[in-house]
Nanobody
Framework: QVQLTESGGGLVQAGGSLRLSCAAS????????MAWFRQVPGKEREFVAG???????TYADSVKGRFTISRDDHKSTVYLQMNDLKSEDTAVYYC?????????????????WGQGIQVTVSS
């Protein structure tokens, strides 16, 4: 089994920055892809950014140029640096892991999920 633990969320003013972290533990294996999704009430879970094994980085159009995903395989951790935050970035952010090479953009591409962390951007 794999456990994912997110941290770094919170409340920030529009234009500000936050850095999310997601630490993976358990039987991750040596090769895995990770991603961030987000969800607001009443809407489907939305792809934000993904990083493949031997990246391989993909971003949603809505966050390109503002968000940066990175990974530290020694720590089995993926990060999401979020700059120039906007009110529409407000959501619960989820970390996801797929024990494969490529980072897909659909929720069903991922086998493991974190519990989610709230990000609120005030305007």
């Amino acid at each position: 089994q794999v456990q994912l633990t997110e941290s770094g969320g919170g409340l920030v003013q529009a234009g500000g920055s936050l850095r999310l972290s997601c630490a993976a533990s358990g039987r991750t294996g040596k090769v895995f892809a990770m991603a961030w999704f987000r969800q607001v009430p009443g809407k489907e879970r939305e792809f934000v950014a993904g990083i493949s094994w031997r990246p391989g980085i993909t971003y949603a159009d809505s966050v390109k140029g503002r968000f940066t995903i990175s990974r530290d395989d020694h720590k089995s951790t993926v990060y999401l640096q979020m700059n120039d935050l906007k009110s529409e970035d407000t959501a619960v952010y989820y970390c996801a892991l797929d024990p494969g090479v490529a980072a897909g953009t659909r929720p069903h591409n991922y086998d493991y999920w974190g519990q989610g962390i709230q990000v609120t951007v005030s305007s």
